[in-house]
């Protein structure tokens, strides 16, 4: 954020007053700010979700159209424009640009280890959103997660980890406890997915500003799971 436009300045006092004008003000400051795959920009979030659909197809065929990261580095000085946001773990193995073959300014990443969307996360969406522009936000999951497979542990151990984990394995409880319910033959592939839709849906709910662009049909919020072998992302 510290790079934005003068104008999304603006914008971003006006969402900390409370008011909503800065999602014009965020677009009108919108710059072809994309990297190589960049062409019109998504007009509605079936387009941005389609977007990142067919990058994903790139990666896995190999075929990914986004290497040269420089290109657009001036455009993207004066501000950004991301169309999608992506909720992911902090997982070495899970880098969204490469997953999405999009550029430096198309996607606005929160990362964090077994992506639940906390306080923080939430504020980021809403800045990713009202104020930058985002249509779509996927919570994506992944194969092999080590949060989820923590908090799974601690659950059947009875025994929290050490540190400051404690607050991972407390976000990530429901969705083990909900897929445990069910019965799941793969707990670890069930709490995954579970952990990504109970996340998309707390997104797509959370008042005022996120909840109010889903019912604009502004903002759509999915859940995914990308499997690291395959390199294949699921959406659910
Ligand atoms: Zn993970």
Do not use: W
Request: with cysteine; charged share 15%.
């Amino acid at each position: 954020m510290c790079q934005d436009h003068p104008e999304h300045t603006i914008s971003r006092r006006g969402l900390f007053a409370g008011g909503l004008a800065m999602t014009v003000a965020g677009a009108a400051a919108a710059t072809q700010a994309t990297g190589q795959s960049a062409g019109p920009a998504p007009t509605s979030p079936e387009e941005a979700l389609q977007r990142l659909m067919d990058g994903n197809a790139r990666y896995v065929a190999n075929e990914a159209i986004n290497t040269d990261h420089s290109v657009g580095r001036n455009a993207r000085a004066e501000g950004q424009q991301p169309f999608a946001a992506i909720v992911s773990c902090a997982d070495s193995r899970v880098a969204p640009e490469l997953i999405f073959d999009q550029g430096p300014g198309d996607l606005f990443v929160v990362r964090v280890a077994g992506n639940f969307i906390n306080e923080d996360g939430l504020a980021s969406l809403e800045f990713g959103a009202a104020v930058l522009g985002v249509q779509v936000i996927v919570v994506l999951g992944h194969t092999s997660c080590g949060a989820v497979s923590a908090t799974i542990q601690s659950i059947q151990d009875k025994e929290l980890p050490p540190g400051h984990l404690p607050s991972l394995v407390n976000a990530l409880r429901p969705a083990v406890y909900d897929v445990m319910a069910t019965g799941a033959d793969n707990l670890l592939e069930a709490a995954t997915a579970k952990n990504a839709v109970l996340n998309a849906e707390m997104a797509s709910k959370a008042e005022p500003i996120l909840a109010g662009m889903h019912e604009e049909g502004k903002l759509s919020s999915v859940a995914a799971v990308y499997d690291i072998a395959t390199g294949k992302v699921e959406f659910l």
